[in-house]
């Protein structure tokens, strides 16, 4: 029997552009299972990076339920949501969403800070982390002085540092050549082995499908199992 | 709360742009209101004070946006993201109350209660839906 981690109950999103009410994403259902890897093809402007805020807890859907290791995100405050981010799901937005004057260190360090990790702790954990991200010479570098792929790295050291059962990650790969992105998706994958996380991609480009065991296709709204 | 983010956010906020542009601010000011020592003068003073204070957000407000943004991200609770700016933008109150201390030690509550006031508006208008 497979372990569930994420259900989502016809799942429903507008938003109210010029005065009219849009339906960005239609009732959509799924369900993810532990250590899967799923990406989710789409275009843009389809409600991707939606749907994963929403699963992160970002923002609240209209309709629907989304229940992620057994808590229903629905139902929970603005509170109760953000210690799910500090725990349970860490996302890593397309812009990678570090603190680009603070040191791959420090970004690393925020969600240990924010677990209430002990100084000694944090200081194993981290350099851990960095090392099996393969970053840890970059240390005590500003985030500002690397290059994307790095970032990219740093972000998901951040995400990984607390290891999260849901990995979320928005467009991993899009400010990547094919060649840097390739070895982030490896790299996803290694986690995805090493720890049992589900990892759940977006992307508008196709390539990233023949990396994961569950894709997904949301056009206009609807998300359809391929 | 927690403690170490708020020193780093503190540590931050030192570190950006706006903080030297405040730094000079108060020493202009520091000099303008001992020199030129009148009720008109403190008057425009606290006024540009806050002005001084509005630009030098507006100054790192890619920072600010970037800091709040990561700090939902890692999970820390809203009214947590609320402290931490205002620990942001306190840190430059307090380098401006400097100059109202060495000149006019009567009108800092006055300049502290009407900063944080602006502080709030500040958030709820321009970061709250960062």
Redesign the interface.
């Known amino acids: 029997m497979k372990d569930v981690v994420v259900i989502v109950k016809n799942l429903w999103k507008y938003y109210n552009y010029m005065g009219h009410r849009i339906a960005i994403l239609r009732g959509i259902n799924a369900t993810l299972y532990r250590a899967d890897i799923a990406c989710i093809y789409g275009p843009s402007g389809a409600g991707k990076t939606t749907f994963l805020k929403i699963l992160?807890g970002?923002e609240r859907p209209d309709l629907g339920e989304i229940i992620v290791e057994g808590y229903n995100l629905t139902l929970l405050d603005?509170?109760a949501l953000?210690?799910?981010?500090?725990?349970i799901v860490s996302?890593i937005?397309q812009d990678y969403?570090?603190?680009?004057?603070?040191t791959v260190y420090?970004?690393v360090e925020?969600?240990l800070?924010?677990a209430?990790v002990s100084e000694e702790e944090r200081r194993v954990t981290i350099l851990e982390t960095l090392k099996y991200m393969g970053i840890a010479e970059k240390m005590h570098t500003k985030v500002r002085y690397l290059s994307g792929g790095e970032k990219q790295r740093v972000a998901i050291a951040?995400a990984l540092v607390v290891t999260p059962s849901l990995l979320l990650a928005d467009e991993p790969t899009a400010n990547l050549d094919w060649e840097n992105a390739k070895k982030v998706l490896e790299l996803f994958i290694k986690i995805n082995r090493d720890f049992k996380t589900t990892v759940v991609m977006v992307s508008h480009d196709a390539r990233i499908l023949e990396f994961a065991n569950r894709k997904f296709a949301l056009y206009d709204g609807v998300l359809k199992e391929v | 709360m927690?403690y170490?983010?708020l020193m780093?956010t503190a540590k931050?906020s030192v570190?950006?742009n706006g903080f030297s542009y405040v730094l000079l601010y108060t020493l202009s000011l520091t000099l303008y209101i001992t020199i030129c020592f009148s009720e008109i003068a403190l008057f425009i003073s606290l006024l540009l004070s806050i002005m001084m204070l509005y630009a030098s957000l507006l100054s790192d407000r890619l920072?600010i946006a970037?800091?709040i943004?990561?700090?939902?991200?890692?999970?820390?609770?809203?009214?947590e993201i609320v402290a931490s700016f205002y620990i942001f933008a306190n840190t430059r109150v307090l380098v401006i109350a400097i100059a109202f201390l060495v000149a006019y030690p009567s009108i800092v509550i006055a300049f502290l209660t009407l900063s944080n006031t602006f502080i709030a508006l500040v958030y709820y208008f321009t970061f709250r839906r960062v």
Request: with cysteine.
């Open positions: 992160a970002l603005d509170d953000a210690t799910i981010r500090a725990s996302y937005p969403g570090l603190i680009e004057d603070f420090e970004n925020l969600p800070l924010v209430g951040r | 927690h170490k983010i780093k931050y570190t950006c920072s970037q800091l943004n990561a700090y939902s991200i890692v999970g820390l609770k809203r009214k």
